[in-house]
């Protein structure tokens, strides 16, 4: 216990040297983050609405429809409604 009150003790003097360290950090990630925004954009697979052509994200539909073991992805409920009301049409 001696110790472990030593130690908590010392480190707020060694924190100002790390802290020099790690504020270059901050601008890297950033950097990352951007890089997986671009990674997700591409990894995720695009469906496409086909009433008003759209690209739908699968994840995010916001409504689907199965249709002759197809499954179709739609921006909205109004155009999977006209798409089951005629799938053949479009
Ligand atoms: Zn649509």
Redesign the pocket.
Known sequence: MTNANRLRGFRPGAIPDNVRVPATDPVVEVGRDQEKEHDMSENSPKAM?P??G?SVDPATAAATVDHEGHTYY???KG?AKSFSADPGKS
Request: charged letters at 10%.
């Open positions: 609405d009433v008003c759209m739609f921006c909205g155009c």
